[in-house]
């Protein structure tokens, strides 16, 4: 069989920046007490590689154990190397960093530590607002009702629940928006695609017929920044 049918290790490895490298040498040192892993070893040798060679890995590393299971040593590398990338970009990542921090206002639920699981939510939801991030706004919404019910509804004025329902409403309003929005751009562009420029009456029509949708009327009319940034990409 082909090289080429199991390169997606070096293919990955050889997309990676110095300082991504870097920080996986650091990742995978992290319970080894002097000298290298057999990941780091493997790793070394095929960023080396400007064309992978398996058989020239194997007769390498014959005399170490893992070439016995190398089908397997490749997919655990590559798992690792994929784990090391999402620690690296954690904190540049905004959805990650977002996504993190749900994850504490969930350990802090866990641990009946409301008020402190209230007040991470409530940062989460102004991050999530301020960059535009409606998955996490909608689980943000979820983790307000679930909060809610646990306090039994103690103390909670009618304005508390006009508010989550008028944030379920928004939200709702503000994905329909962006889902007509992306449908309209994705229709044009496959126009663009099958036909090339519209070069008879006919395709012509058929694009301005789609440039017609009442959302490509006024940008300023637009609810969010990702619906703004849709439109100017139409």
């Known amino acids: 069989m082909s090289n080429k049918a199991h390169d997606h290790v070096h293919r990955l490895v050889r ?75 954690a904190e540049s990542s905004m959805d990650a960093r977002l996504r993190r921090m749900l994850h504490q206002v969930e350990l802090l639920h866990q641990r009946a530590l409301y ?23 909608l689980d943000v919404l979820g983790w307000e009702r679930r909060m809610l019910e646990q306090r039994g509804y103690a103390g909670t004025p009618e304005e508390e629940l ?16 962006l889902d007509q929005l992306w449908d309209r751009k994705s229709r044009i562009f496959l126009t663009l695609y099958r036909h090339g420029h519209a070069r008879d009456k006919d395709q012509l029509k058929e694009l301005k017929q789609l440039l017609r949708h009442p959302l490509l009327r006024d940008p300023a009319a637009l609810r969010t920044p990702r619906a703004r940034f849709l439109y100017h990409h139409v």
């Open 15 to 89: 997309s990676m920046t110095r300082a991504e490298k870097r920080y996986f040498k650091l990742y995978t040192s992290r319970h080894v007490v002097g000298g290298k892993s057999n990941y780091q070893l493997l790793f070394d040798a095929i960023a080396r590689m400007q064309e992978y060679d398996e058989e020239a890995l194997l007769k390498k590393f014959a005399a170490e154990a893992f070439t016995k299971r190398f089908a397997i040593t490749k997919r655990r590398l590559y798992e690792t190397i994929l784990h090391s990338l999402d620690a690296f970009h």
């Open 115 to 137: 008020d402190d699981a209230r007040k991470m939510l409530r940062s989460v939801r102004k991050l999530a607002r301020k960059h535009d991030r409606h998955t996490i706004l």
């Open 162 to 177: 006009d508010e989550l329902l008028r944030e379920s409403s928004t939200l709702r309003q503000e994905l329909e928006e």
